[in-house]
């Protein structure tokens, strides 16, 4: 069984605009993705890192509004660089969150039964996931949410 994905409240209509485009499912994985963080992750800002493959360049750090991330011209500038053969990164700029990179199916399962219940899910490749976990509803010290990081 796929892993449940939280989400948190959405506006009225982002349902219906979540399901999956037959036409073209990675490319609506993908928006789907971006909708699950845009929602459960409330950040005002965002930090992306640009990485171009292999040694074809330095890594671009941007920071960005959380309603510029999202906007439809800066999704699409992601996927043309992603396109040419770059990978896009992106985090809340925020010390609430905690980030479980590289999980199976089973880790997915232990934080649950260990009542760590993910704020978001991302399959990020087939059978490898990211699990988003509300650490804090306030701003936790950057040595503090470090030593969680750690």
Same mark, same amino acid.
């Given at each position: 069984?796929?892993?449940?994905?939280?989400?948190?409240?959405?506006?009225?209509?982002?349902?219906?605009?979540?399901?999956?485009? &037959?036409?073209?499912?990675?490319?609506?994985?993908?928006?789907?993705?971006?909708? $699950?963080?845009?929602?459960?992750?409330?950040?005002?800002?965002? #930090?992306?890192?640009? +990485?171009?493959?292999?040694?074809?360049?330095?890594? #671009?750090?941007?920071?960005? =509004?959380?309603?510029?991330?999202?906007?439809?011209?800066? +999704?699409?500038?992601?996927?043309?660089?992603?396109?040419? @053969?770059?990978? +896009?990164? @992106?985090? &809340?700029? =925020?010390?609430?969150?905690?980030?479980?990179?590289?999980? $199976?199916?089973?880790? #997915?399962?232990?934080?649950?039964?260990? @009542?760590?219940?993910? =704020?978001?899910?991302?399959?990020?490749?087939? @059978?490898?996931?990211?699990?988003? #976990? =509300?650490?804090?509803?306030?701003?936790?010290?950057? &040595?503090?949410?470090?030593?969680?990081?750690?």
């Amino acid at each position: 069984m796929p892993p449940r994905m939280a989400m948190n409240t959405a506006p009225n209509g982002w349902k219906k605009r979540m399901e999956a485009d &037959p036409m073209n499912p990675a490319a609506s994985k993908s928006q789907l993705d971006l909708i $699950k963080l845009r929602f459960s992750l409330a950040a005002a800002e965002w #930090i992306i890192q640009i +990485v171009p493959e292999g040694d074809q360049g330095r890594a #671009i750090r941007v920071d960005v =509004t959380s309603r510029k991330l999202f906007s439809t011209e800066q +999704v699409l500038c992601f996927c043309a660089k992603h396109a040419n @053969g770059y990978h +896009v990164y @992106g985090r &809340p700029n =925020t010390t609430r969150y905690l980030l479980i990179d590289d999980a $199976k199916q089973e880790g #997915i399962v232990r934080l649950r039964q260990d @009542g760590l219940d993910p =704020t978001a899910i991302i399959e990020t490749s087939p @059978g490898n996931f990211q699990a988003w #976990i =509300t650490a804090s509803n306030d701003e936790l010290p950057k &040595p503090v949410a470090t030593h969680f990081a750690t």
